[in-house]
């Protein structure tokens, strides 16, 4: 069973930064694409920020240049920095994993943008 532990979020003014992280239990996590979502209230979850193995990124065009995912296989933990926040990145924020063809998410975490 894999367990993904995010940290990190809360409330943030408008143009500020925050980051999340996620602790996997899964042994073979340098091997996995990790993933970042998020889904906002009233709104379907989406795809933020994808990291591979070997480091390669993938951002959703509306996260692009703000938003950085990186990795360390030493502690298999993911993060998300997030930067020049807009109150339509308020969402809760979930890691995610597919390990042999299921798929694994954390328990998410609150990420507010608000003046």
């Known amino acids: 069973q894999v367990q993904l532990v995010e940290s990190g979020g809360g409330l943030v003014q408008p143009g500020g930064s925050l980051s999340v992280s996620c602790a996997a239990s899964?042994?073979?996590?340098?091997?996995?694409?990790m993933n970042w979502y998020r889904q906002a209230p009233g709104k379907q979850r989406e795809l933020v920020a994808s990291i591979t193995s070997g480091g390669s990124t993938n951002y959703a065009d509306s996260v692009k240049g703000r938003f950085t995912i990186s990795r360390d296989n030493a502690k298999n933990t993911v993060y998300l920095q997030m930067n020049s926040l807009k109150p339509e990145d308020t969402a809760v924020y979930y890691c995610h994993v597919r390990v042999a063809w299921k798929n694994y998410w954390g328990q998410g975490t609150q990420v507010t943008v608000s003046s």
């Open positions: 899964e042994s073979t996590f340098d091997s996995r694409t």
